[in-house]
């Protein structure tokens, strides 16, 4: 069975904190997705990467970074929390193609920043 | 430029009604996929449907079906007889063939509660 896992369901960080969200699939697969969802607004792309030690950013980028150094593993970064960046983040990955590939979705990190 | 636009925010029905949930998107592409997944409340979106731009026929997967009309811009998801465990937030996304990674553009997201 396809697997998206992301490291916390909860977490709770005060403003100014490095926060490190992990997400790691057993699918073997190239491309890989960070989003945030907002209640009224969708998800929103952040950053993804379609090999190892490549990314590009998405279309909220500010505050964040990423990193992937193994295939299977993607982690999000806020290099110092603000309040606004308390939401849902959802990590994703699918096969490597033109479009067509659905993306399996891992449960969701909600995040508070305090 | 690419939009999703799911105009309904919130739909209540009572159980075993029909209901049907719009998505209307923009692209300059003539080769894109279209999308629909499913959150539940436990939070993990799970894929239900994918239609290139080529083909318009209408899909039905058992009380749901699908009505992809390229004149109109319109991916429509309808769930028939719907039931209390069909409450969940429903998104429409777009893909278009040439964009690196396959990115998805997401709607907004419908919140669909059933009633008993």
């Known amino acids: 069975d396809v697997k998206v896992t992301q490291s916390s369901r909860y977490l709770v960080k005060r403003t100014g904190e490095k926060v490190f969200l992990e997400c790691v699939q057993d699918?073997?697969?190239?491309?890989m997705f960070w989003y945030r969802q907002d209640p009224g607004l969708g998800l929103r792309l952040i950053y993804f990467?379609?090999?190892?030690?490549?990314?590009e950013k998405g279309d909220i980028p500010e505050g964040y970074s990423v990193s992937r150094e193994k295939k299977e593993r993607f982690s999000l970064i806020l290099e110092s929390a603000s309040t606004n960046q308390t939401s849902m983040y959802l990590c994703?990955?699918?096969?490597f193609g033109r479009g067509n590939n659905e993306q399996f979705f891992g449960p969701g990190t909600r995040l508070t920043v305090l | 430029a690419q939009k999703v636009t799911q105009a309904q925010t919130e739909i209540s029905v009572v159980e075993k009604e029909d209901v049907t949930l719009d998505c209307v998107y923009e692209?300059?592409?003539?080769?894109?996929?279209l999308f629909w997944y499913k959150q539940p409340p436990s939070g993990e979106l799970v894929f239900l449907i994918r239609?290139?731009?080529?083909?318009?026929q209408n899909e039905i997967s058992g009380r749901y079906s699908w009505n992809f009309q390229k004149s109109t811009s319109s991916f429509n998801f309808t769930i028939t007889a719907s039931q209390v465990v069909d409450s969940a937030v429903y998104f429409c996304?777009?893909?278009?063939?040439?964009?690196?990674?396959?990115?998805?553009?997401f709607g907004q997201g419908t919140e669909l509660s059933v009633k008993p």
């Open positions: 239609r290139n731009s080529f083909d318009e």
């Open positions: 699918m073997d697969h190239e491309n």
């Open positions: 994703a990955s699918s096969l």
């Open positions: 996304a777009l893909s278009e063939i040439y964009n690196q990674g396959g990115k998805l553009i």
């Open positions: 990467s379609y090999d190892v030690k490549m990314k």
């Open positions: 692209t300059r592409d003539t080769t894109y996929y």
